[in-house]
């Protein structure tokens, strides 16, 4: 007889899966609560991981901790069981984010083949090669966000050039306000090989001396001895958007970046990504195309052909996991 909910051993290695989610300067902004009685497993954003400076709407959390169901999903579709998602239930308590059931599945879902990609996938801030990405695999990838009930728009050229002067006026932006670049320091400069969160030296990527890839340069943190390169000249950067620009289509858009980001993995592609234009609203509606059925960009995606990424570190399990 199949077992009407997860074991916990089960759960918590789904959760081990989630965890590896990206998250904005990898500031792990998640706890999850197992009810094993009822099955419920709940997503609740960590308080003391906000970002009121950089990301005051806490947008770019939602996208985060989205990520992070959609891979406890895959997880929980490879192991038989199918996620059933209820998005912000309690509109009276805004950090409960979500609350995830679960079923024996009746098929194999599809995504559960995007497993492997879980832990291989990692941000890349090194240059891509110059070689093109394939228009199947972009259609595919197109096909992900879709199936997440996002949108994927592959930037064109002059698109390019558009979102590039965001980003450059964010640049801008952030060097002159010192409250954002001391809590973007909080989790860049300040942090070391050995901590658990943050973005450590080694995946800071080198400082970019010639090209157009959007590659942030984080304030602090020896910048001047990490060397410099040359990046694409002609970057291939998507943005991901949605319709409506609710905390709910936050996490959707979240859920709809790592089904991108994994299939990509799966497809041979390095991935990394940007939301430093769209983290001052004055400048987020610059990125978003004109000619799109999506009105609310929510990330920028730069894919390519690189080397490997090395993987950043994540918060043990047990730090960010209950059990009852």
Same mark, same amino acid.
């Given at each position: ?39 419920a ?24 901790c ?29 950090e409960?984010?979500a ?36 228009e199947?695999?972009?259609? %595919?990838? +197109? &096909? $992900? @966000? =879709?199936? /997440? ?5 592959v930037?064109?050229?002059? !698109?390019?050039? #558009? ?15 010192p ?44 910048? %001047?001895? +990490? &060397? $410099? @390169? =040359?990046? /694409?000249p002609a970057p ?6 949605? !319709?409506?620009? #609710? ?6 858009a ?5 089904r ?64 009852a």
């Open positions: 007889m199949t077992a009407r909910t997860p074991d916990t051993t089960s759960l918590t290695a789904w959760v081990a899966d989630a965890v590896q989610a990206p998250s904005m300067h990898n500031a792990q902004p998640w706890l999850f609560h197992y009810e094993r009685a009822r099955g497993l709940a997503l609740r954003m960590d308080p003391t991981r906000t970002m009121p400076r950089s990301d005051p709407s806490t947008r770019g959390l939602h996208l985060g989205g990520a992070a169901l959609f891979n406890l999903r895959v997880a929980a579709a490879d192991a038989g069981w199918e996620a059933r998602i209820t998005a912000r239930p309690d509109p009276a308590d805004p409960l984010l609350v995830a059931g679960f079923v024996p599945a009746r098929d194999r879902d599809d995504i559960a083949g995007l497993r492997p990609a879980v832990l291989r996938r990692h941000t890349s801030r090194v240059p891509f090669s110059d070689e093109p990405v394939p199947e695999l972009l259609d %595919g990838l +197109r &096909g $992900a @966000a =879709v199936a /997440e009930g996002a949108r994927l728009d930037a064109d050229d002059w !698109r390019v050039r #558009e979102v590039l002067t965001a980003v450059w006026d964010a640049e801008r932006a952030e060097e002159l306000s409250q954002v670049r001391e809590e973007i320091a909080r989790w860049t400069a300040d942090r070391d090989a050995s901590a658990p969160d943050g973005i450590p030296p080694y995946a800071r990527g080198l400082r970019r001396h010639d090209g157009r890839a959007p590659v942030r340069d984080f304030p602090g943190g020896g910048a %001047g001895d +990490r &060397g $410099a @390169a =040359v990046y /694409e291939c950067l998507a943005v991901l958007g949605t !319709r409506r620009d #609710e905390p709910e289509d936050w996490l959707r979240g859920q709809a970046m790592q991108v980001l994994l299939q990509a993995t799966l497809d041979g592609l390095a991935t990394s990504l940007n939301s430093q234009a769209l983290e001052w609203p004055e400048l987020r509606w610059l990125v978003r195309d004109p000619r799109s059925r999506t009105a609310h960009p929510q990330i920028v995606i730069r894919l390519g052909y690189g080397p490997e990424a090395p993987a950043t570190p994540r918060r043990a399990v047990s730090e960010v996991l209950t059990v």
